[in-house]
């Protein structure tokens, strides 16, 4: 988990979580099928794991991403 990171300003958000476990879980599953898939947070989470997470990729992965998600529900 990521809070702050300017070396993910520039990548593209495929999904929002409120929940750190749920959005590590679909991170893995992008992981998994080859994607660079990384959880991005503007500020810390609270002590439950809880805010608002970015699911992020790189620019040229976006597309791929957005279908494997699609295809996963």
């Not at 947070?41 to 957005?66: C, E, K, M, T």
């Amino acid at each position: 988990m990521s809070i702050g990171d300017p070396r993910f300003e520039g990548w593209e958000t495929v999904s929002t979580f409120k929940d750190q476990t749920t959005a590590l879980a679909w991170r893995d599953q992008l992981r998994g099928m080859g994607l660079d898939a990384k959880c991005a947070a503007d500020h810390p989470l609270d002590r439950f794991g809880r805010g608002d997470i970015y699911l992020v990729v790189p620019p040229d992965q976006w597309s791929r991403a957005n279908e494997v998600l699609e295809n996963l529900d």
